[in-house]
């Protein structure tokens, strides 16, 4: 089955640790993106790559990296320097274009939260 | 900018209808709305594009009006499983490779039997 997938879906850490979260997908897209998530608000855009080896910030990229080096993996790390990392993250893909009527399809996401 | 929505919130019959609202206050080429359950991933519901038509599939449909910078979404005779949070994306240019959605606050959508 096509999909994305993300893991592990609850994670916590301690304050002052990197962490990393995982994305994949099997559905042949070029574009991925990374989403926050806060209690009782939208989504916010982290980082979104349209092809392998590049990638834009998003609205709110400070204290994330992303790296994207295979069209199927776009993983996001959380470093230290976030300073407030609770939340529910989201990543996407599409085919990148929305001309062709195409749209962003969701991973069913990763609760982190720092103890 | 993000896109306002209204109503924040409603709460609803079954068998009610319910419109939700997306303002941007750029011209937008483009609107996707998703529906998503508590702490689960938002669903695809339907894009609406410039210059096209009003979409719909069963009793949920959505219209966009260019000149007015906004779009809205009808959900008919509700079902208990309409229950969720309606978010809006909207995009305002068509950017060839470059489709970055910026979401609405959401509206949260409670069906009580």
């Known amino acids: 089955d096509g999909g994305i997938t993300q893991s592990p879906k609850y994670l916590f850490r301690k304050e002052g640790q990197n962490v990393t979260l995982s994305c994949e997908q099997n559905?042949?897209?070029?574009?991925m993106y990374w989403y926050r998530q806060d209690p009782g608000q939208g989504l916010r855009l982290i980082y979104y790559?349209?092809?392998?080896?590049?990638?834009q910030k998003g609205d709110i990229a400070e204290g994330y990296s992303v790296s994207r080096e295979k069209k199927e993996s776009f993983p996001l790390t959380v470093t230290s320097a976030q300073k407030n990392p609770t939340a529910f993250y989201l990543c996407?893909?599409?085919?990148?274009?929305?001309?062709?009527?195409?749209?962003?399809?969701f991973g069913p996401g990763t609760r982190l939260t720092v103890l | 900018q993000q896109p306002v929505q209204s109503p924040q919130a409603v709460i609803l019959r079954e068998g009610e209808d319910a419109v939700i609202n997306c303002s941007s206050s750029?011209?937008?080429?483009?609107v996707h709305w998703y529906r998503q359950k508590h702490g689960e991933a938002p669903v695809f519901l339907m894009i609406?594009?410039?210059?096209?038509e009003q979409k719909g599939h069963d009793k949920i449909s959505a219209s966009f009006n260019e000149k007015k910078q906004q779009s809205s979404l009808y959900l008919t005779a509700s079902q208990l499983s309409y229950s969720g949070t309606y978010f809006c994306?909207?995009?305002?240019?068509?950017?060839?490779?470059?489709?970055?959605?910026?979401f609405g606050t959401g509206t949260r959508l409670t069906i009580i039997p």
């Open positions: 996407a893909s599409s085919t990148g274009l929305v001309i062709s009527g195409d749209t962003q399809y």
């Open positions: 559905l042949n897209h070029d574009a």
């Open positions: 790559s349209q092809i392998v080896n590049d990638f």
């Open positions: 750029k011209a937008l080429y483009s």
């Open positions: 609406l594009l410039k210059g096209g």
């Open positions: 994306g909207t995009e305002s240019r068509p950017n060839f490779g470059n489709e970055k959605l910026t």
